[in-house]
């Protein structure tokens, strides 16, 4: 499967961003969906998944409340919503997908596919 990510910039802290994430090549449905981020000098770390149908979501601590997670099977894309942004969620966002994926691996940065990633720049 391919995954194009898009949706970054720069904004104030406070601000929303709305991430998306196109998918092609196989059966979307057949995958869990994840964003990752990672800032300069520093691990890539999980955000948020979403399990095949989107009956499930999963965030981190730092997203949660302030970031949702969806997706459209039926568009093959999947969205990361950001709200209240802070200058410490700057980083590079990807996206990932995995159909072998378990819900207690969700969070594990070894998905099988990536996308190129996206810039989210937060300013104070």
């Known amino acids: 499967v391919q995954l194009q990510a898009s949706g970054g910039g720069l904004v104030q802290a406070g601000d929303s961003l709305r991430l998306s994430c196109a998918a092609s090549g196989r059966t979307f449905r057949d995958y869990v969906m994840a964003w990752f981020r990672q800032a300069p000098g520093k691990e890539r770390e999980f955000v948020a998944a979403?399990?095949?149908?989107?009956?499930?979501?999963y965030y981190s601590d730092s997203a949660k409340g302030r970031f949702t997670i969806s997706r459209d099977n039926a568009k093959n894309t999947v969205v990361l919503q950001t709200r209240s942004l802070k200058v410490e969620d700057t980083a590079v966002y990807y996206c990932a997908a995995d159909s072998g994926r378990i819900v207690s691996t969700y969070r594990n940065p070894d998905y099988a596919y990536w996308g190129q990633g996206t810039q989210v720049t937060v300013s104070s």
């Open positions: 979403i399990s095949r149908s989107g009956g499930h979501t």
